[in-house]
C-alpha cells in the first residue's frame, strides 16, 4: 500500500556532493517523520539523519556540518543533501517514513523503508 522509491545514489569521489532523493506514495494518511539511515558492509544500519513533523532535526555526528536533510510535504519527499563526502560515507542509503496509513478499514501507524540507493565515495 505504501512504498518509498529512492534516487540520486551513485559514484563521487572524495570532497564531492550528492543529493539524495525518496518519494513516499500510496495509501498515505499523513506522515510524522522521515529520515535517512545508511547500511555498509559488514556493519549495522544506522541513523543518518531524521526530519519529524515537528521538533528537532537530528544529524548523526559524523554528518554534522556536511549533510542537509529536507522535506516536501506536499509531495511527500525527503531530500538529503550530501557535501564534503568522504570514503567511510559509503553505503547503502535507504529511506524510511513513520507515517499513518489505512489497513483493513483501520488506521495504524508504520514505519516503511525504501529499497536503497547506493552512495560510494572513491578515495
Known amino acids: 500500500q505504501v512504498q518509498l522509491v529512492e534516487s540520486g545514489g551513485g559514484l563521487v569521489q572524495a570532497g564531492g556532493s550528492l543529493r539524495l532523493s525518496c518519494v513516499a506514495s500510496?495509501?498515505?494518511?499523513?506522515?510524522?517523520?522521515m529520515g535517512w539511515y545508511r547500511q555498509a558492509p559488514g556493519k549495522q544500519r544506522e541513523l543518518v539523519a531524521v526530519m519529524p513533523s515537528s521538533g528537532t532535526t537530528n544529524y548523526a555526528d559524523s554528518v554534522k556540518g556536511r549533510f542537509t536533510i529536507s522535506r516536501d510535504n506536499a509531495k511527500n519527499t525527503v531530500f538529503l543533501q550530501m557535501n564534503s563526502l568522504k570514503p567511510e560515507d559509503t553505503a547503502v542509503y535507504y529511506c524510511?517514513?513513520?507515517?499513518?496509513?489505512?489497513?483493513?478499514?483501520?488506521?495504524?501507524?508504520?514505519?516503511?523503508w525504501g529499497q536503497g540507493t547506493q552512495v560510494t565515495v572513491s578515495s
Open positions: 524510511n517514513a513513520d507515517l499513518f496509513t489505512w489497513g483493513a478499514s483501520t488506521k495504524y501507524r508504520a514505519r516503511y
Open positions: 500510496g495509501n498515505i494518511i499523513s506522515i510524522d517523520s
